[in-house]
């Protein structure tokens, strides 16, 4: 079973529209959480991380909920910018570790 | 300030050879990560370094794989003999390593492609 899962997509979507992305992890002691983004052909990204309480920052929400191990990012009035590949990373703490698990990616495709 | 610069950006090599990827991290910082990345398995972790030391390197697909870090600036990702299913990309990240989950930043990749 994979650490991190995520819907791999494509979302095609019209610019302005709001789309959500979903991903949920396997070890209830995850401690901290991310959302990346990597455009075609370059590194990831950090976009945002994940608070408890959930948090913004522009168009972009990020989600957390705990009890169902589960995060969403959210992006309202998308722009073309915004096509790319969206990963949910999550953060372990293990004795002398400091591990980040990536999913495999969402990719969005916002069309004019 | 410099990000993570990892070179060569592309290597086109012949079965057998050895191939050698490099990496600088942010300066400062203190966890090293070497990561694989193909359209079939997304990113994965090969090995990663704390203070110069490997801490994790269960994710080396063989012992075709080594990685040294001889110092806090400068990283390298060995594969000898090379073989086709090799060809990825490449990642190196750098992170500030304080026991946690932290950010990690990325290098630009290098793109490998064994023939």
């Known amino acids: 079973r994979k650490e991190v899962e995520q819907d791999p997509g494509p979302f095609n979507v019209p610019e302005g529209a709001t789309v959500a992305f979903n991903c949920t992890y396997s070890?209830?002691?995850?401690?901290?959480f991310f959302w990346y983004r990597q455009d075609c052909r370059k590194e990831p990204k950090l976009l945002m991380s994940?608070?408890?309480s959930g948090n913004e920052d522009g168009r972009f929400t990020a989600q957390l909920n705990r009890a169902s191990q589960y995060i969403s990012l959210l992006i309202r009035d998308s722009k073309l910018s915004d096509s790319a590949t969206y990963l949910c990373?999550?953060?372990?703490?293990?004795?002398?570790?400091?591990?980040?698990?990536f999913g495999t990616g969402t990719r969005l495709t916002v069309i004019p | 300030d410099a990000g993570v610069i990892q070179s060569p950006r592309h290597e086109v090599t012949e079965m057998g050879q050895e191939v050698t990827l490099r990496c600088k991290p942010i300066?400062?910082?203190?966890?090293l990560f070497w990561y694989r990345q193909t359209m079939m398995r997304g990113l994965e972790l090969l090995i990663y370094?704390?203070?110069?030391?490997?801490?994790?390197d269960s994710g080396m697909p063989e012992d075709r794989f080594s990685a040294k870090m001889p110092n806090a600036s400068f990283s390298t990702l060995k594969i000898q003999p090379s073989e086709p299913r090799d060809s990825a990309v490449y990642f190196c990240?750098?992170?500030?390593?304080?026991?946690?989950?932290?950010?990690?930043?990325f290098g630009p990749g290098t793109r490998l492609l064994v023939l």
């Open positions: 990240a750098s992170s500030l390593g304080t026991f946690r989950g932290e950010t990690q930043y």
């Open positions: 300066s400062g910082h203190n966890s």
């Open positions: 994940v608070y408890s």
């Open positions: 370094f704390n203070n110069n030391v490997p801490i994790d």
């Open positions: 070890n209830s002691a995850s401690q901290s």
């Open positions: 990373v999550v953060g372990e703490v293990q004795t002398g570790a400091n591990n980040l698990f």
